[in-house]
């Protein structure tokens, strides 16, 4: 079992930046592969950015933009999002992936409680 908590939202104006953190606990942490998704309000839940122990894979909306990166030795993963614009306001999560395809949501076991994004026009 796995415990992630992301941090690192808030409200920034756009072309702005920001770093989300997710801090995960429970599990070995350098062999897992992990994912962000975010979700604005009714929508589906959106793929982003995955990393495995070598590689790293984008979503074409986000690529360019955001980076996806981990620190094995302090457990956390992180994804710097650059060049923000309002249609990225949404929450955003991190999650374990399980297996089978990365880009679907239905593929990842444990998820955060999700950190809130607002980027103003």
């Known amino acids: 079992q796995v415990q992630l908590v992301e941090s690192g939202g808030g409200l920034v104006q756009a072309g702005g930046s920001l770093r989300l953190s997710c801090a995960a606990s429970g599990q070995t942490f350098s062999r897992l592969t992990l994912g962000w998704f975010r979700q604005a309000p009714g929508k589906e839940r959106e793929f982003l950015a995955t990393?495995?122990?070598?590689?790293?894979y984008y979503a074409d909306s986000v690529k360019g933009r955001f980076t996806i990166s981990r620190d094995n030795a302090n457990n956390m993963l992180y994804l710097q999002l650059n060049s923000l614009k309002p249609e990225d306001t949404a929450v955003y999560y991190c999650?374990?992936?399980?297996?089978?395809?990365?880009?679907?949501?239905?593929?990842?076991?444990?998820w955060g409680q999700g950190t809130q994004v607002t980027v103003s026009s």
């Open positions: 990393i495995t122990t070598t590689d790293s």
């Open positions: 999650a374990t992936h399980r297996l089978g395809i990365y880009t679907t949501s239905r593929n990842y076991d444990y």
